[in-house]
């Protein structure tokens, strides 16, 4: 009992350390900000918003929290060396970052160059710098890296069974300009989430555990919170979101396999910790470059047929989502007329102002009727976002937004200038799309 009595102490004492610290708040405000962002693009581009803002927010942050548990228990029995220079030193190193791209807002660039500067450390032991460059030195020379790369791949273990479970559910459609200015639909996935951890550290006259540590032994230890932020972040222009989240959370679970193996052969013989540390971003940016490639090398699924309209996004609580109306299908046929363009759209919902029967082509190309009645009120599209024309007004770049737009609200947009008609994209072509 007194070892539980302790224990509860313990876990107390570390839950009030996380709520002084101001880097758990500073995570839950980017997530925030960014998803509200999300929504101001979306009324940009399509008049309309497919999500909101807060209602993503509070989510993320129940299911980062949740995450945050199960590491946590997880790192009962890891026992990591971790101190206050530690949090310091990464939270550091992700903001320097951050402020290059918001994707380096991931501890696999933090902590792999953490462990690069403490290998360059070690090579010149004699440097012995005073005032607070010596005591940065200090801090990067005593970290634990093997206890730290571990820890990034956990992370990025629970990183990927979030986006496997999320599945692009809050993926934003885009209309993406090329080079030539040809317009493509696609959709920009960024998925973030706040994990609260508490971590076991060792301290001199700590409470014991019933059993053994990976990096200690049972004696000496009290919990210390640690806040991180995971997340994902790319970009589909020939693949549905779910698909795309899919193949992501396979590799991304592949990555953290690999990098746990480095982590725990570090940790028995020390040489092997630049070898890990190296991995950590080399290989992390390596997924980002052949997702980048290998949807260059797709043919773009969000564009008009010959025949019919294909269907971007569809509004949650629409008319279109109670039919059943998925993205990357097509609107083939509504009230028996032949659909070409939004115009022949609205032309053809008007026959009947009541009634509607639409033929809707499928992923395989297979028809499909639907009926419904319409009432006042309704989205003039059913609820429909389609694939761009050539005619629309406002683009997105490829690029990710940078920390300062996500803080300052740019949405990126750009209006386009008027431009000569493009024959519509006969079928799906390689390469359409200039990234």
């Known amino acids: 009992m007194d070892w539980a ?14 709520l002084t610290q101001p880097f758990y708040y500073i995570s839950i405000i980017v997530v925030a900000l960014g998803y509200r962002r999300q929504m101001l693009l979306e009324r940009k581009l399509f008049h309309t918003r497919l ?3 807060w209602p993503q927010t509070w989510r993320t942050v129940l299911t980062g929290l949740v995450a945050g548990l199960l590491i946590s228990a997880v790192g009962l029995f890891v026992g990591a060396h ?26 696999a660039y933090a902590a792999g160059l953490l462990g690069v500067v403490q290998f360059v450390l070690s090579l010149a032991d004699s440097w012995q710098p005073e005032g607070w460059v010596g005591d940065a030195v200090a801090v990067v020379r005593g970290l634990d890296m093997p206890a730290l790369l571990l820890l990034v791949a956990v992370l990025h273990m629970a990183e990927a069974l979030l986006l496997l479970w999320k599945r692009g559910m809050a993926a934003t459609p885009m209309y993406f300009e090329g080079k030539r200015g040809r317009m493509v639909g696609g959709y920009r996935m960024e998925d973030y989430w706040p994990v ?28 210390a919170a640690l806040p991180v932020i995971i997340g994902f972040s790319g970009l589909t222009t020939g ?7 899919a193949q992501s959370a396979r590799r991304l679970f592949l990555y953290s396999l690999v990098l746990l193996v480095l982590s725990l052969l570090a940790a028995w013989w020390n040489p092997l910790i630049i070898a890990a540390a190296l991995f950590s971003f080399l290989a992390h940016e390596v997924l980002v470059w052949f997702d980048s490639y290998e ?37 083939y046929k509504v009230n028996g007329m032949l659909i070409r363009s939004r115009e022949e759209l609205h032309q053809a919902l008007r026959v009947n102002a009541a009634f509607c029967k639409l033929e809707i082509r499928n992923h395989q190309g297979e028809s499909k009727f639907m009926q419904r009645g319409l009432y006042e009120g309704e989205h003039h599209q059913l609820g429909m976002v389609l694939a761009p024309d050539t005619d629309v007004d406002w683009s997105v770049p490829t690029r990710q937004a940078s920390i300062y737009q996500v803080i300052t609200m740019r949405t990126g947009a750009r209006r386009r200038k008027a431009a000569e008609p493009v024959p519509r994209l006969q079928g799906r072509v390689q390469k359409p799309l200039d990234m």
Not at 299 to 317: D, I, K, N, Q, T
């Open 51 to 53: 999500h909101g803002w």
């Open 295 to 331: 949807e260059n090398q797709i043919s773009p699924l969000y564009v008009h047929p010959e025949e019919g309209l294909r269907v971007l996004a569809v509004l949650p609580g629409s008319p279109a989502d109670e039919l059943g109306i998925t993205a990357g299908e097509a609107v």
């Open 239 to 245: 693949r549905l979101p779910g698909h795309k989240a």
């Open 5 to 18: 009595a302790q224990w509860g102490w313990n876990v107390l004492n570390a839950c009030l350390q996380l």
């Open 196 to 223: 609260p951890l508490l971590l076991l550290i060792p301290v001199q006259n700590g409470f014991s555990l019933p059993w053994p540590t990976l990096f200690g032994d049972q004696a000496g230890y009290m919990l």
């Open 82 to 107: 971790l101190t206050a220079g530690t949090v310091i030193s990464l939270w550091a190193c992700t903001g320097l970052l951050m402020l290059l791209r918001v994707r380096y807002l991931c501890f």
